[in-house]
């Protein structure tokens, strides 16, 4: 059997991956608003854990089908950014680690640089789908400062919101695009950035969601 017709086996992982990245983020920007209270950190990680499985399979999926931009995003965000913060705050509850900052903070800093870095290979997706690098990015930042130094709260919080209504925006385009109707994402972002690249964009590939 060819590739090609392995890969056709497989469907579209879109609507996997991000129905738990619309999911925590509306977890963490609660958190950061204040919503759920003091004692939530177990009902995150609990959603960090769970939805960090369902990335990590529609990361491994979508690398199957040859998106090695989209697979290793789901794939590694859904380990470094659902299970690795979801059990630190498992062990923060249940008291084998001292405090979680500085290092929950300084994480979370270095995974906002890790996805904003992420903006290079999304630069030929739509413009839509590309924002998730730098806005992404600025979220998970703002989210570290809060936890390390005085930054408001509010401000991670909100933009973790603008995250959660980004993700819905996905699913809602990757469930869409499995029945063949338009939920547009808008023209490659390198051509709104004025990039030349000669990688093509998968914005036509169900593979990436797109």
Same mark, same amino acid.
């Given at each position: 059997?060819?590739?090609?017709?392995?890969?056709?086996?497989?469907?579209?992982? $879109?609507?996997?991956?991000?129905?738990?990245?619309?999911?925590?983020?509306?977890?963490?920007?609660?958190?950061?608003?204040?919503?759920?209270?003091?004692?939530?950190?177990?009902?995150?990680?609990?959603?960090?854990?769970?939805?960090?499985?369902?990335?990590?399979?529609?990361?491994?999926?979508?690398?199957?089908?040859?998106?090695?931009?989209?697979?290793?995003?789901?794939?590694?965000?859904?380990?470094?950014?659902?299970?690795?913060?979801?059990?630190?705050?498992?062990?923060?509850?249940?008291?084998?680690?001292?405090?979680?900052?500085?290092?929950?903070?300084?994480?979370?800093?270095?995974?906002?640089?890790?996805?904003?870095?992420?903006?290079?290979?999304?630069?030929?997706?739509?413009?839509?789908?590309?924002?998730?690098?730098?806005?992404?990015?600025?979220?998970?930042?703002?989210?570290?400062?809060?936890?390390?130094?005085?930054?408001?709260?509010?401000?991670? $919080?909100?933009?973790?919101?603008?995250?959660?209504?980004?993700?819905?925006?996905?699913?809602?385009?990757?469930?869409?695009?499995?029945?063949?109707?338009?939920?547009?994402? $808008?023209?490659?972002?390198?051509?709104?950035?004025?990039?030349?690249?000669?990688?093509?964009?998968?914005?036509?590939?169900?593979?990436?969601?797109?």
């Amino acid at each position: 059997m060819s590739q090609s017709d392995t890969q056709s086996r497989w469907g579209d992982p $879109g609507a996997l991956g991000f129905a738990p990245l619309a999911g925590i983020n509306l977890a963490f920007a609660g958190d950061f608003l204040g919503w759920w209270g003091s004692e939530a950190g177990l009902l995150v990680a609990a959603i960090g854990l769970v939805g960090g499985i369902c990335q990590f399979a529609a990361g491994t999926i979508l690398l199957r089908k040859g998106d090695s931009t989209g697979g290793t995003l789901m794939a590694t965000f859904g380990m470094l950014f659902m299970w690795g913060p979801g059990l630190m705050l498992v062990a923060d509850a249940i008291g084998p680690v001292g405090s979680l900052n500085p290092f929950f903070g300084a994480w979370t800093l270095f995974l906002g640089v890790l996805l904003g870095m992420w903006s290079i290979a999304l630069v030929v997706q739509p413009w839509f789908e590309f924002l998730i690098g730098p806005t992404g990015g600025l979220t998970l930042i703002s989210a570290g400062l809060a936890d390390l130094f005085a930054f408001p709260r509010a401000i991670a $919080g909100v933009l973790f919101l603008w995250l959660f209504v980004w993700g819905l925006y996905m699913l809602a385009h990757s469930l869409a695009a499995n029945v063949g109707v338009s939920v547009p994402l $808008g023209r490659p972002a390198a051509e709104w950035l004025g990039v030349d690249t000669d990688a093509p964009s998968t914005a036509s590939a169900p593979a990436s969601g797109d």
